[in-house]
């Protein structure tokens, strides 16, 4: 064999090899490739030793210390052998931690969005029964109460298309009827959400428990678990609030102009602004969505929620992907890791934000008094500034630098188009 020539090729990189050998092991450690994973053997003639090797660099120290096994003389002409074998592999989950931490091509970093991070006709499936059953069951609970469903919207990542997948947190938004402003809302809540708990008990049907019932401020939140599979289980955030008349020009802006002079519940206009967070996210392009996933990953893996610590919220992080991408001149096609090292770069410099929208009111709306210092103004809710919602900056600053040094993106440079 011409052991000068390269004739094998890795299948990702398309980087060539003088060896079966070193490609293999070259997929194995640069990409993360296991599906070669095998054990390695020394075929070296008078060699006595029965135990194989996991890795090639183990073959190479057997054959430069050979000891007992076989002499000197003669090694240079051993070859190594790969032993196809169903060895119980490293699992992907397990790998995707090393998505940050090593090399990885551009459509690597497609594939690990596409099949690990988004959400599959399963997932949808649970959550649209989830959904279905809850709102059946709203429906019977509150047949004879003051308080009936005018709507049950679904709200969150899920219903903007950046849900994690696997991640199964549903926001629902209950709009109700008897509940036609915010001041009606702010003082009826606390009998709401009462009335909801007691209502709703310790199941939904025949299919569904309900666990870990927890009222807040705005919501009542809980466990639902499948009875035959309790593997199966969704985390919901129930939000009365009152129907939002937002349709038209005309009617949003009566709708804000009202809502800025009702200062002392703009708390509670929030629930009820849901679809409009919803349409400003969810119609961004496919690709601008897996981003956001890519984002939110990074963040779920490197600043998880603990204790009281406030970490940037989902909504967030979705506004700054945008935001980046908008400064990039919206392109259509990108790569994912320049996209990604620019929302690095944008949170690392996040003293220096001052970002608001004016797709559904006027900035001049905007109250003054959230205008100084780093804002991220909500462009569904002018009274909100999201960058207020994060008390834990300088953690989040330092991981982005950080992430920018490893491998996936220490030689990535932010161009203009993101290409």
């Known amino acids: 064999m011409d052991w000068g020539s390269k004739l094998y090729q890795c299948t990702i990189c398309l980087k060539r090899f003088n060896t079966e050998i070193g490609r293999v092991d070259h997929q194995m450690e640069v990409h993360g490739d296991y599906s070669f994973y095998g054990v390695f053997t020394c075929s070296y003639e008078s060699c006595t030793r029965t135990r194989t090797f996991r890795r090639q660099v183990d073959v190479g120290n057997h054959l430069k210390n050979p000891g007992k096994w076989h002499q000197r003389r003669g090694v240079e002409n051993s070859i190594f052998h790969l032993v196809p074998m169903f060895l119980s592999l490293p699992s992907t989950r397990k790998e995707e931690k090393g998505i940050f931490e090593r090399a990885r091509s551009s459509p690597e970093v497609n594939k690990f969005v596409s099949d690990e991070l988004q959400p599959d006709g399963e997932f949808h499936g649970l959550l649209n029964n989830a959904i279905d059953s809850l709102y059946r069951e709203l429906q019977k609970g509150l047949e004879y109460t003051n308080y009936g469903i005018h709507n049950l919207i679904k709200g969150g990542s899920i219903a903007k298309g950046t849900a994690l997948k696997n991640n199964a947190d549903l926001d629902c938004v209950m709009v109700m009827n008897g509940i036609e402003n915010a001041s009606q809302l702010s003082s009826k809540l606390p009998d709401i959400l009462y009335m909801l708990e007691s209502r709703l008990g310790s199941s939904i049907g025949d299919s569904w428990s309900l666990t870990?019932?927890?009222?807040?401020?705005?919501?009542?939140?809980?466990?639902?678990?499948?009875?035959?599979?309790?593997?199966?289980?969704?985390?919901?955030?129930?939000?009365?609030?009152?129907?939002?008349?937002?349709?038209?020009?005309?009617?949003?802006?009566?709708?804000?102009?009202?809502?800025?002079?009702?200062?002392?519940?703009?708390?509670?206009?929030?629930?009820?602004?849901?679809?409009?967070?919803?349409?400003?996210?969810?119609?961004?392009?496919?690709?601008?969505?897996?981003?956001?996933?890519?984002?939110?990953?990074?963040?779920?893996?490197?600043?998880?929620?603990?204790?009281?610590?406030?970490?940037?919220?989902?909504?967030?992080?979705?506004?700054?992907?945008?935001?980046?991408?908008?400064?990039?001149?919206?392109?259509?096609?990108?790569?994912?890791?320049?996209?990604?090292?620019?929302?690095?770069?944008?949170?690392?410099?996040?003293?220096?934000?001052?970002?608001?929208?004016?797709?559904?009111?006027?900035?001049?709306?905007?109250?003054?008094?959230?205008?100084?210092?780093?804002?991220?103004?909500?462009?569904?809710?002018?009274?909100?500034?999201?960058?207020?919602?994060?008390?834990?900056?300088?953690?989040?600053?330092?991981?982005?630098?950080?992430?920018?040094?490893?491998?996936?993106?220490?030689?990535?440079?932010?161009?203009?188009?993101?290409?």
């Not at 804000?256 to 849901?274: C, F, G, H, Q, T």
């Not at 601008?288 to 963040?299: E, N, P, Q």
């Not at 970490?311 to 990039?328: G, M, Q, R």
Request: proline share 6%.
């Open 212 to 419: 870990s019932i927890k009222k807040t401020r705005f919501s009542l939140q809980f466990n639902m678990s499948r009875y035959f599979n309790p593997g199966e289980s969704v985390k919901v955030d129930l939000l009365p609030t009152f129907e939002a008349s937002v349709a038209g020009i005309d009617g949003r802006e009566r709708f804000y102009r009202k809502m800025l002079e009702d200062r002392k519940n703009w708390p509670y206009y929030s629930a009820a602004l849901v679809l409009v967070q919803k349409h400003f996210v969810k119609e961004r392009p496919a690709l601008v969505k897996g981003l956001i996933r890519l984002v939110k990953y990074w963040r779920k893996t490197y600043i998880p929620q603990s204790g009281s610590k406030h970490v940037p919220p989902s909504y967030l992080l979705e506004l700054l992907t945008i935001h980046a991408w908008e400064n990039a001149n919206q392109p259509e096609s990108f790569d994912l890791k320049i996209g990604f090292k620019a929302v690095m770069e944008v949170l690392k410099n996040h003293q220096s934000l001052r970002v608001s929208w004016g797709d559904y009111y006027r900035k001049s709306l905007i109250p003054s008094s959230l205008l100084y210092g780093p804002y991220v103004i909500d462009p569904a809710n002018p009274t909100n500034n999201l960058h207020d919602a994060v008390d834990c900056w300088d953690e989040v600053k330092k991981v982005a630098e950080e992430t920018m040094r490893k491998p996936l993106l220490r030689d990535v440079w932010v161009t203009a188009n993101w290409r």
